[in-house]
């Protein structure tokens, strides 16, 4: 084989390993005519990162993990999901360094059996078959961050959802987090280190090798000043909280953090503890764009606070409207935000939805200027008042899956905010048991329909929603958990990122003349 041959093979090879690894298929027929469009064809690797849920004693942590059925997905795989340990999953099956193991139920054994010999980290969850949740619990606060890689037919559309309940306590209520996938650069506006507030970045780091992570703070007055965020070492196969307060010379009640990767990639997240509204995870804002939607606001949320950032050095006027169920409309008193370049700008909108669903959409109303957004929502009143975030999402494109629902206390919030949209809204079988059941909806233009979303026949356990968009303009949507207790309103709200479970690949063809240069 020449250098010809070799190159081609590995040009297609980097494009296919783009997004996640995808099978090539020879096509039926050799043709001499024009190039063909690339074919969408399902990933069949993935990974994703749950950060560490909870340093309580009392809290108590599920997960859910599901894959959808996809078509064209390979027939073998398997999905795992170890802890963060220091320790790969080859050596965890070598049983090298394993000093601890961790079972389904979440107890710790020991690393040493009756000889001596190392054990290796068992997966905390392994799906059997795409379709079917499976679900774990875990108690305490020592409960570690997970990592987790899904291959072949478990690999598409993979979901995984972590749950954490604290009774008391600062961030008490409920706290849930859509596992995600590592990257190398994340903004989350919203964050804080005002009196009352505990709020830590997590940094897990799933790959072989050391990340280097510089973490940047940027409050109303620009950038705030620190050399303590500058190079964090994440160890291979680790998780590190770093806490805001040792990043600032001064509390800020309004901060969007900017965590970027200098070497290796991380998975990040922001838990915001709040002694006495509770706390939830904020996960990064949609990339700048001059556009936003942030979906799924409650109906009855008592407060809504609108955080904005402009990481360029331009100033910009952003339009505010709400997607109500009847259309947009534009709140009173908040027709426009001023965000000024390179500092966080925050404004409370109030009771904004007036007891209705509602998504927040943002759009210039002067010059273009990418930004990046978040809401923080309170729920109650009083000493019963709960809190959560909702940030700036990206569109659902082709699908987007929820998992981790019970028959009761899930609301499915979708938008359509240019033009109408049909979506079908399948709910898998149970965890334990149940048929899948599926519904289709038309949410009109500029709307926001709030969804009492199908449950499986027979439901036993808990179920994921798959949301697919059947036709129509760009869709976003958010899924919100209750669960009252005590009389406090807890609450969580994850939005619903298209699942990127396909991969365009370039079609091939075969030409042996390459082998005669």
């Not at 027939?75 to 099956?93: C, E, H, I, N, V």
């Not at 054990?119 to 606060?141: F, N, R, Y």
């Not at 506006?189 to 940027?218: C, F, K, M, Q, W």
């Not at 390179?342 to 009771?351: F, K, S, Y």
Request: proline share 7%.
């Amino acid at each position: 084989m020449n250098r010809t041959t070799l190159s081609l093979i590995a040009a297609v090879t980097a494009l296919a390993a783009v997004t996640g690894f995808a099978a090539l298929n020879t096509p039926d027929a050799p043709g001499a005519g024009s190039a063909q469009a690339a074919a969408q064809l399902p990933v069949e690797r993935t990974t994703l990162v749950c950060p560490t849920p909870s340093s309580s004693d009392i809290a108590d942590t599920s997960y859910t993990s599901f894959t959808p059925v996809t078509q064209g997905a390979d027939s073998t795989g398997k999905a795992q999901l170890r802890p963060a340990t220091g320790q790969s999953a080859a050596d965890a099956g070598n049983g090298k360094d394993g000093s601890q193991s961790s079972s389904k139920d979440g107890k710790k054994d020991e690393g040493k059996d009756g000889g001596g010999k190392k054990q290796a980290v068992k997966s905390v969850l392994e799906p059997k078959e795409p379709g079917t949740p499976v679900t774990g619990d875990i108690s305490g606060g020592d409960a570690p961050a997970l990592i987790g890689t899904a291959e072949g037919k478990f690999a598409p559309g993979w979901t995984m959802q972590q749950t954490t309940e604290v009774a008391v306590g600062a961030g008490r209520g409920l706290l849930g987090v859509n596992c995600t996938a590592p990257d190398t650069q994340f903004w989350f506006p919203g964050a804080s280190t005002a009196a009352g507030r505990s709020d830590y970045v997590h940094l897990t780091n799933p790959d072989d090798s050391a990340a280097v992570v510089d973490i940047e703070l940027y409050g109303e007055d620009g950038a705030v000043k620190s050399a303590a965020g500058e190079g964090i070492t994440v160890p291979p196969h680790s998780s590190e909280p770093v806490l805001l307060t040792t990043l600032a010379d001064a509390p800020q009640e309004d901060l969007t953090v900017h965590v970027s990767v200098r070497s290796g990639r991380v998975g990040a997240a922001v838990q915001a503890l709040d002694d006495k509204l509770g706390g939830d995870w904020l996960t990064a804002s949609a990339d700048p764009a001059d556009s936003l939607v942030l979906p799924g606001i409650p109906k009855d949320a008592t407060s809504v606070r609108l955080v904005a950032f402009t990481p360029g050095d331009s100033d910009t006027d952003l339009k505010v409207q709400l997607a109500s169920p009847s259309g947009l409309i534009t709140p009173a008193g908040h027709e426009t935000v001023r965000v000024k370049g390179r500092m966080t700008t925050a404004v409370d909108l109030g009771e904004i939805t007036r007891g209705e669903a509602g998504s927040l959409v943002l759009t210039p109303a002067s010059q273009s200027v990418p930004v990046v957004a978040a809401l923080r929502i309170v729920r109650g009143t009083g000493d019963k008042q709960e809190t959560a975030f909702i940030p700036a999402a990206s569109p659902l494109e082709t699908r987007a899956t929820s998992a981790g629902n019970g028959a009761e206390g899930s609301t499915l919030s979708l938008t359509a905010p240019t033009a109408a949209a049909q979506v079908k809204v399948t709910a898998s079988a149970g965890s334990g048991g149940g048929a899948p059941e599926s519904k289709t909806y038309t949410i009109k233009a500029g709307s926001t329909q709030d969804i009492d979303p199908p449950v499986p026949s027979g439901l036993k356990g808990t179920y994921a929603l798959t949301v697919e968009r059947l036709s129509g303009g760009p869709v976003y949507g958010a899924r919100t958990l209750e669960a009252t207790r005590a009389g406090i309103p807890a609450f969580t709200v994850q939005t619903l990122p298209d699942d990127r479970g396909t991969v365009a690949v370039p079609r091939a063809e075969q030409d042996l003349s390459v082998l005669q240069k």
